[in-house]
């Protein structure tokens, strides 16, 4: 199992791109700007798209990859995600006002995108890996995701402050090899992190007390402009010095 790192920034600029993770090469978690990168090839692969929730940085390459592949795909994108996600997509995006409904077009029977609701512990089969939605605690309706394929597993927590549901999900993981867990904002933001439930590396600290197993823990979800201060300030603490920042283009091989 490959899982390729498309975007893990916090924003945009340069060579910066959002959140969006390629596992093999059939399967996106989340739809940032990084998925603009891929090729046509590379985009006509992706059957699948699992969606941590709805902000437009984890959302924003949907309708236009969509609208790249359409006319060129036999069979129709599945975007999985839960039930109160896929409902603001509908309402909120594909809705002929800011995208074209294509669950419904060219035929409702046999549309170019589909929706497969999931819940927290609804693990969906794909080829040879399982993904998993695991518990988060965000803004607005969230998830993260177990990727398992039987031998290893790479948890992403999505955008989420932790939570003790988390927690005793993950610890029940006895493969896990690769942690991805944000953190968006640096100390001295601690209380726009709070507000908006995102981790600080004060705030990480105290969430990574609860992992009880030994993965590789990577950074994601920086914020331009604050990204060395925010790496410092782990580095500085030693319950969180052994975490090392995401990069984007980054490749695991499980």
Same mark, same amino acid.
């Given at each position: 199992?490959?899982?390729?790192?498309?975007?893990?920034? @916090?924003? %945009?600029?340069?060579? !910066?791109?959002?959140?969006?993770?390629?596992?093999?090469?059939?399967?996106? #978690? =989340?739809? /940032?700007?990084?998925?603009?990168?891929?090729?046509?090839?590379?985009?006509?692969?992706?059957?699948?798209?699992?969606?941590?929730?709805?902000?437009?940085?984890?959302?924003?390459?949907?309708?236009?990859?969509?609208?790249?592949?359409?006319?060129?795909?036999?069979?129709?994108?599945?975007?999985?995600?839960?039930?109160?996600?896929?409902?603001?997509?509908?309402?909120?995006?594909?809705?002929?006002?800011?995208?074209?409904?294509?669950?419904?077009?060219?035929?409702?029977?046999?549309?170019?995108?589909?929706?497969?609701?999931?819940?927290?512990?609804?693990?969906?089969?794909?080829? @040879?890996? %399982?993904?998993?939605? !695991?518990?988060?605690?965000?803004?607005?309706?969230?998830?993260?995701?177990? #990727? =398992?394929? /039987?031998?290893?597993?790479?948890?992403?927590?999505?955008?989420?402050?932790?939570?003790?549901?988390?927690?005793?999900?993950?610890?029940?993981?006895?493969?896990?090899?690769?942690?991805?867990?944000?953190?968006?904002?640096?100390?001295?933001?601690?209380?726009?992190?709070?507000?908006?439930?995102?981790?600080?590396?004060?705030?990480?600290?105290?969430?990574?007390?609860?992992?009880?197993?030994?993965?590789?823990?990577?950074?994601?979800?920086?914020?331009?402009?604050?990204?060395?201060?925010?790496?410092?300030?782990?580095?500085?603490?030693?319950?969180?010095?052994?975490?090392?920042?995401?990069?984007?283009?980054?490749?695991?091989?499980?």
């Amino acid at each position: 199992m490959q899982i390729k790192i498309l975007g893990c920034s @916090g924003g %945009i600029g340069g060579d !910066m791109r959002t959140t969006s993770i390629l596992v093999d090469d059939d399967v996106l #978690i =989340d739809a /940032g700007t990084g998925v603009g990168d891929l090729l046509l090839d590379a985009l006509l692969k992706i059957d699948h798209i699992f969606v941590t929730h709805s902000h437009l940085d984890h959302i924003v390459s949907i309708p236009l990859l969509l609208d790249t592949v359409m006319s060129l795909r036999r069979e129709p994108v599945t975007v999985h995600a839960t039930h109160e996600v896929i409902n603001i997509l509908k309402q909120h995006v594909f809705n002929w006002l800011i995208w074209p409904n294509f669950n419904l077009i060219p035929d409702p029977a046999a549309p170019f995108l589909k929706y497969n609701e999931i819940s927290v512990g609804n693990g969906v089969q794909i080829g @040879g890996k %399982i993904i998993t939605a !695991m518990p988060a605690n965000h803004v607005i309706p969230a998830v993260g995701y177990q #990727i =398992d394929n /039987g031998i290893n597993s790479l948890v992403f927590t999505g955008d989420t402050m932790g939570s003790a549901a988390f927690w005793h999900d993950i610890n029940q993981i006895n493969n896990l090899k690769v942690l991805i867990i944000e953190t968006a904002f640096s100390n001295v933001e601690a209380e726009l992190a709070r507000l908006s439930k995102h981790l600080c590396p004060a705030t990480l600290a105290t969430e990574l007390a609860h992992l009880q197993s030994k993965p590789l823990i990577y950074i994601t979800h920086l914020k331009p402009g604050e990204d060395a201060t925010i790496m410092q300030e782990i580095a500085a603490n030693p319950q969180t010095q052994h975490c090392t920042a995401l990069q984007q283009q980054q490749i695991f091989n499980l």
